[in-house]
């Protein structure tokens, strides 16, 4: 019923072509976005409870009566995890004959699969849509995604959520930056939406050989570090603005405001929760789709660590925010500093002089004392003293409650230089290793 009254709303408000910018909360209080979650969340679990074996014997198992479930936390502990999604036949969860796949190769290499209907397809473009409105993008502009093809069909989303704003769009898979460089000034596109080092990549060539009128940037996600960010944007003399998405979604569940203070949250379509929490509130962001008939996923670990923005956002949008992702889940070694993930040290080492981009972190222990040790390989013949100064720096300004543990003698920090490519040259050797004993 209240979705029925959403939707009348939406269509008054804003018209039928464009997209409903009362999706990026303009207009809904939080209460009501509130209520239209606690719906859409009994709706699925009921619709679940009926339609998809893997969630069947979940509830059975559990005991629950389906019927009586509200809110998340009266599931208890079930979840749906990635591994259930790389071990268990498709048919455990399709609820529905689907339209369209996506495969995600995971870590272990064995792909994940989930499937989608195309009005599923175009929910998600949907919020895309409306959050590049919301950033400034309209009818007139032209629009040049270089998201990668294949079984991930990023680039086809926002395709589609150009479509609903009747804005042009090449969508092209990822050619190499000269490509598309030799194109702007033929098809005048003033939009990028591109992968982080793609995006660098082109700057470079546009730094040497001149820019184009571009008046907004779209990244995918927190492998954008800062100095990529602001090198890009110095370039096009444009904001660059991230989004934050999965494969499970089917492309964005969140993106930035022009404020850029954390990923509003698609709450039309998706339920979060932030699951076992540390004392600042930090833990393992949680969804359940509200929307999806195809494959419902219900309280799926998204095996990403960060936490929910506290404040109202000064932008006015009423969607509730997270932070930057701060790493993933089975990355995260618990220690004496807190819960470390490889992108703390990331952010702390990147724009530190005088090291090579091969370092690690390690977790050692010394006694009763965690140590925290930076294994670091110097260049250029600038001396240790300086690097340990800017790390010691970046920690304390970057990470201060992490800086306030060792001040407090929770853990020591710990140096150490190896010899150039001990840590194995140009592979990418673990960044975070936990060597305690058990
Ligand atoms: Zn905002």
């Not at 979060?272 to 419902?296: A, C, H, K, S, W």
């Amino acid at each position: 019923m209240l979705r029925r009254v959403q939707r009348a709303f939406e269509h008054v408000v804003i018209g039928g072509s464009v997209p409903r910018l009362v999706r990026w909360g303009e207009g809904l209080p939080q209460g009501l976005i509130r209520r239209l979650q606690e719906d859409g969340f009994a709706e699925t679990v009921r619709y679940a409870a009926k339609h998809q074996k893997f969630f069947q014997r979940k509830i059975a198992a559990a005991g629950i009566d389906a019927q009586r479930v509200r809110r998340p936390e009266e599931l208890g502990d079930i979840f749906t995890t990635p591994d259930d999604l790389l071990s268990l036949p498709a048919d455990d969860f399709l609820c529905r004959l689907p339209d369209a796949v996506y495969e995600t190769t995971g870590t272990s290499g064995a792909p994940k699969r989930i499937y989608f209907g195309y009005d599923e397809l175009d929910q998600v473009a949907h919020h895309e849509a409306a959050a590049m409105y919301k950033n400034g993008v309209r009818p007139g502009d032209r629009v040049v995604c270089t998201f990668d093809g294949g079984y991930w069909i990023a680039g086809w989303v926002t395709f589609l959520g150009c479509k609903q704003m009747g804005v042009f769009c090449s969508a092209t898979g990822k050619p190499h930056p000269r490509e598309i460089y030799n194109r702007m000034p033929l098809y005048k596109y003033n939009v990028i939406a591109a992968d982080p080092t793609w995006l660098v990549s082109l700057s470079e060539i546009a730094e040497k050989e001149g820019t184009f009128p571009i008046k907004l940037i779209l990244a995918a996600g927190d492998r954008m570090t800062d100095v990529y960010r602001r090198y890009v944007e110095d370039v096009w003399k444009a904001p660059v603005i991230l989004g934050y998405g999965s494969t499970e979604a089917g492309g964005g569940v969140g993106m930035e405001c022009r404020l850029r203070d954390g990923y509003h949250l698609d709450e039309y379509d998706y339920l979060f929760e932030i699951v076992d929490p540390d004392e600042n509130g930090y833990g393992e962001l949680v969804m359940t789709t509200l929307n999806r008939r195809t494959q419902p996923l219900i309280r799926y670990r998204m095996r990403d660590v960060t936490r929910f923005a506290k404040e109202p956002c000064a932008c006015g949008v009423t969607l509730g925010r997270i932070e930057g992702i701060r790493g993933r889940r089975d990355e995260m070694v618990v220690m004496g500093a807190g819960n470390m993930h490889p992108e703390i040290f990331e952010r702390i080492l990147h724009d530190v002089e005088g090291i090579s981009p091969n370092w690690q972190v390690a977790v050692r222990q010394e006694g009763l004392r965690d140590i925290l040790e930076f294994r670091l390989e110097l260049t250029n013949g600038v001396n240790a003293e300086l690097v340990e100064q800017a790390v010691r720096q970046n920690l304390e300004a970057r990470y201060p409650e992490v800086w306030a543990n060792e001040v407090c003698g929770m853990y020591n920090l710990s140096f150490c230089y190896l010899t150039p490519n001990k840590l194995g040259g140009t592979r990418k050797a673990r960044r975070l290793v936990d060597e305690r004993k058990d």
